[in-house]
């Protein structure tokens, strides 16, 4: 085993070695990201003073080491893949509509008073996601998104799902608080069971156990950032998820992943965290009719009425807005109920990403035949 360990410490030396240069030319060909590169060449210098450690042990042969030595192997080669894959990659190649994407996120992150966000680098050569935090920090996040994110607002509202995971990673409170609430109310679900044969309770706690097991750290994740979105981005948040429920065209009762609640619990999440107003909106009527076709197409079943019942995802909903206001004072909820058109047609300079964003989910449900002059300007306004 220690011809294996000299043999991978020989590998990893020379990736070391390609890395530094990588990095140090970064620092000359991205002076707009001279944060980021600053931050990774300071990880780069822990990781090669562990690495030195490493070539000092190999020499002793000792089986006494031989675990430590594993260990920080494994935990520099993924040290190399992760910085590669998702720092190096990105900052080598950044086009106009990434840094366009970096602009427009950095505008919000400060509007948001995300102050602990440094910088984000961004790559737009992908569908929605975020590595929220890199080797413990939570400054630098990598952001990634579709070549055509800033062609058509409906899919905008999940930029802030994601940065949502930022504030999620960096903050044990949320999960901890949100686990809380699916423990206490399958709890609860068992004490009001009533009276039964002991081989039917004995059933029905098993199913209830496995529903509240379903909740998992990752879908509690998801539907943090979900109402993240929805807390400062509004109704067209609600507009968002029930479109991508719909293109799915998946039986939206269905758990399709491990990470994700069913779609269904999603869309009902986001309009349960809606303001009373905002609920009563015309357009928004318009959305939930839609959803309501489409959703009645398939029948939910004992699993998803267990796991998703209306009165977990309200709690859920309440807790999370509620956690929001608590442990992010700063940041800004959207108030305001989506435009009239008329109003919609009117958005101009001089306002938020989130006002475009709802001014355009009416245009697009309201005035479809004008969305596309539309978008063009609003374009030019988000950009």
Partial sequence: MWYYRKAKAAELALLLQWLRKELEDLSVTRPDQTTSVRHLLDEFAKV??????????????????????????????????????????????????????????????????????????????????????????????????????????????????ELGHNAFARDETYRRELQQVVTQHFTTAKHLAGPMPAAQKAERDKELDAAARSWNEARLAEVFCDLFAEYVCGAANYGSIVEMAIMGAANPYLMHSPRHPPEAARVRLAYFALLDAQKQNATVENIRDAWRTFSGKFTSDLRFRHSCSDELLTALASRAMALLEERLPELPRYLSSLPSLAAARAIGAGVTLEQVINAGVTILFEAPDEFSHWQQQAKAIIS
């Fill in 48 to 161: 090669d003073q562990s690495f030195r450690l490493v070539t000092a042990v190999l020499s002793l042969n000792d089986e006494t080491f031989a675990v430590a030595v594993d260990g920080l192997l494994q935990s520099i080669h993924r040290y190399i893949v992760i910085t590669g894959t998702h720092y190096l990659s990105p900052l080598r190649r950044q086009g106009p509509f990434d840094l366009t994407m970096r602009r427009v996120l950095l505008n919000t992150c400060g509007r948001f008073r995300l102050r602990w966000i440094e910088d984000i680098v961004v790559c737009l050569d992908r569908p929605l996601a975020l590595l929220p935090i890199y080797r413990g920090l939570d400054s630098i996040p990598v952001f990634y998104g579709p070549p055509n994110l800033l062609e058509t607002v409906l899919e905008l509202p999940g930029v802030y799902h």
